[in-house]
């Protein structure tokens, strides 16, 4: 269920993206319509990332068929590493529509990824 919820949102966040992004300008949008716009890169970020370490995942099992205790990550465990490294693009963008996405800036989103993946891998 989980798989289709976030095939669906993804196709949505693209076309209402896509939408969005033909239809307005920078100087013309409500800054609500920036949020949203953020919002969306997100949704899409976080569909595409889901099923690509998923696949990914899948795949490291298949070529590791000998060791049993090395096993793919389920949809929802890559959906939540997806959900941390979803959101990095998505400040970072934020952080250079404001010029500050300098090289420390950067480094402290690099971190913050670190910390929060290490969080998700301990927990059981």
């Known amino acids: 269920m989980l798989g289709k919820v976030l095939a669906v949102s993804t196709l949505c966040a693209f076309v209402l993206l896509s939408a969005l992004t033909q239809s307005t300008t ?9 949020l949203f716009v953020f919002i969306l890169l997100y949704a899409l970020a976080l569909g595409v990332l889901t099923f690509f370490i998923f696949s990914i995942s899948q795949v490291i099992a298949k070529l590791r068929k000998s060791d049993p205790t090395k096993s793919a990550l389920t949809l929802k465990r890559a959906y939540l590493y997806a959900s941390v490294i979803a959101l990095a693009p998505v400040m970072i963008a934020g952080m250079a529509s404001i010029g500050r996405a300098g090289f420390y800036e950067v480094l402290l989103v690099v971190a913050f990824e670190a910390v929060a993946c290490f969080y998700i891998s301990r927990q059981r």
């Not at 920078?26 to 920036?34: E, K, M, N």
């Open 26 to 34: 920078p100087s013309s949008i409500h800054p609500i319509g920036i």
